[in-house]
């Protein structure tokens, strides 16, 4: 016997580039070796000049560095866009749809409040969300 899931009918989203999810409360931007080394090569760095940069060792793990203020250490804050968008994590790709957000329709609406992208746009089918929210590799730690 399956569960129904609470979103079976889906969700919609569509980012809409405000960056409220790259700024605010402080946190952890998970990044793999293999994010880590796309990530530099498109800024032109090699791989260790990179990681002591922008990058944070936490239990064993890396995250993206932040700023005094807990924005993003790749958000810009005057053009209020990211500044590695086309290479950026896996986490932030699959914004908003995180076990954490999608555990619930009280969760994801506490979120929607803070999100002004999260049900508009497109319509995301129940299997579409799954496998973005459980098909990342960090996404359980979300």
Request: aromatic share 14%; hydrophobic share 35%; proline share 5%.
């Given at each position: ?138 996404a359980y730690r979300l």
């Amino acid at each position: 016997m399956s569960r129904k899931r609470w979103y079976e009918s889906g969700l919609r989203f569509e980012c809409i580039g405000c960056g409220r999810c790259c700024r605010g409360a402080p946190g952890y931007v998970w990044c793999s070796l293999r994010e880590a080394e796309r990530i530099a090569a498109y800024l032109g760095l090699p791989l260790l000049d990179f990681i002591k940069k922008y990058m944070r060792s936490v239990d064993g793990d890396w995250s993206l560095k932040e700023r005094y203020n807990g924005s993003c250490i790749f958000y810009d804050e005057d053009s209020a866009r990211c500044t590695i968008y086309e290479v950026r994590p896996a986490q932030c790709r699959s914004y908003p749809f995180w076990p954490s957000i999608i555990i619930s329709r009280k969760r994801w609406e506490s979120f929607a409040r803070e999100c002004p992208g999260m049900n508009r746009g497109r319509l995301y089918s129940a299997d579409e969300i799954e496998k973005i929210a459980f098909g990342q590799p960090m996404a359980y730690r979300l």
